[in-house]
Nanobody, 123 residues
């Protein structure tokens, strides 16, 4: 079992930056690939980024490629999402979750969702 708590959201102007954190509890955290999703009002929850449990390549949605960076520190049981050059369309609640297998872009492939952290980007 893994419990996840997101933090670091807030209000930022367009062009600004934020770093989100996802703190995990549970001894098995370091064995899971981890992902970030986001959900804007009235929209489906969508994939943002994924990082393997160790080694391998990261994956990003086209909409954030080149602006967002996912990373993790297994010693601290934490996953990060560095978000730069933020746009108003990035406004959403951001969630982290553990990827258990299957299509990395699909919500159903993830479990142990956190409660989310709100990111609001003003124009």
């Amino acid at each position: 079992q893994v419990q996840l708590v997101e933090s670091g959201g807030g209000l930022v102007q367009a062009g600004g930056s934020l770093r989100l954190s996802c703190a995990a509890s549970g001894r098995t955290f370091s064995t899971y690939a981890m992902g970030w999703f986001r959900q804007a009002p009235g929209k489906e929850r969508e994939f943002v980024a994924r990082i393997p449990w160790i080694g391998g390549s990261t994956s990003y949605a086209d909409s954030v490629q080149g602006r967002f960076t996912i990373s993790r520190d297994n010693a601290k049981n934490t996953v990060y999402l560095q978000m730069n050059s933020l746009k108003p369309e990035d406004t959403a609640v951001y969630y982290c979750a553990a990827h258990l297998g299957g299509d990395i872009y699909q919500r159903d492939a993830y479990r142990y969702w956190g409660q989310g952290t709100q990111v609001t980007v003003s124009s």
